[in-house]
């Protein structure tokens, strides 16, 4: 079975710009969630996707959107990218059941620099 | 709100030592715990859940983690440490219910001496 697949793996962008990620997640797994990865703050959760909505949301400005199909993939967009949106992206996955209880299958994240 | 604190920022053991690395979390229901482990450049990878039942939890490459819910800590284990064991682990926290996310601490990296 195919794991979390994020696209794409490296991209550099500059300040103002806008970035669309994408996560395929396991066959099967209808929740997926989105997560920043930083140095300096860790791992922040940015939202929760279920069935085309979204269920919970983190505490990041509107710059950071996201949305999922009707086949559970999942896109995540910053717009007018900023030096401190730097950091390795990660989605994941949940089984039906599971998703409640927080259990996730990672990707192995799209890590994104801003100059 | 719920929180983790992993104290340890960063732990070097020689192989064939053993390993604990602590975690304590804050929550005010039951919660479900978890100890994920990154390698350079990858993503996350589950090592060991706790949901309910027994406290001492088995997991994945010979680690174990005791949950105590009198002290809030769920420190991660394991008797004998390999070079591979290298990595950066995470301990998280997960609410339940309509909160579907987790809060992760910010990660003891395991340095592993030959």
């Known amino acids: 079975k195919a794991g979390v697949t994020q696209t794409p793996r490296y991209l550099i962008k500059t300040r103002g710009q806008q970035v669309t990620l994408s996560c395929s997640p396991i066959?099967?797994?209808?929740?997926v969630s989105w997560y920043q990865q930083t140095p300096g703050q860790g791992l922040q959760f940015l939202f929760e996707?279920?069935?085309?909505?979204?269920?919970n949301k983190g505490n990041f400005p509107g710059r950071f959107s996201g949305r999922q199909f009707s086949n559970s993939r999942s896109e995540m967009n910053v717009s007018t990218l900023e030096l401190g949106d730097s950091a390795l992206y990660l989605c994941?996955?949940?089984?039906?059941?599971?998703?409640?209880?927080?259990?996730?299958?990672f990707g192995e994240g799209s890590r994104l620099t801003v100059l | 709100a719920q929180s983790v604190t992993q104290p340890d920022i960063h732990i070097t053991v020689s192989e064939g030592a053993s390993l604990e690395l602590r975690c304590n979390y804050s929550?005010?229901?039951?919660?479900?715990l978890f100890w994920y482990v990154q390698s350079p450049g990858q993503g996350l990878q589950l090592l060991l859940k706790?949901?309910?039942?027994?406290?001492l939890v088995q997991g994945i490459k010979g680690f174990e983690a005791e949950f105590k819910r009198s002290q809030s800590s769920f420190n991660l284990r394991k008797p004998s440490v390999h070079w591979s064991d290298a990595a950066e682990y995470f301990c998280?926290?997960?609410?339940?219910?309509?909160?579907?996310?987790?809060?992760f601490g910010k990660g003891t990296l395991l340095t592993v001496n030959p």
């Open positions: 996707y279920f069935s085309e909505t979204q269920r």
């Open positions: 998280a926290v997960g609410g339940g219910g309509s909160n579907y996310k987790l809060t």
């Open positions: 994941a996955s949940s089984p039906p059941g599971l998703a409640d209880t927080g259990e996730l299958f």
């Open positions: 706790y949901f309910s039942g027994d406290t």
């Open positions: 066959s099967g797994h209808r929740s």
């Open positions: 929550y005010g229901a039951t919660p479900y």
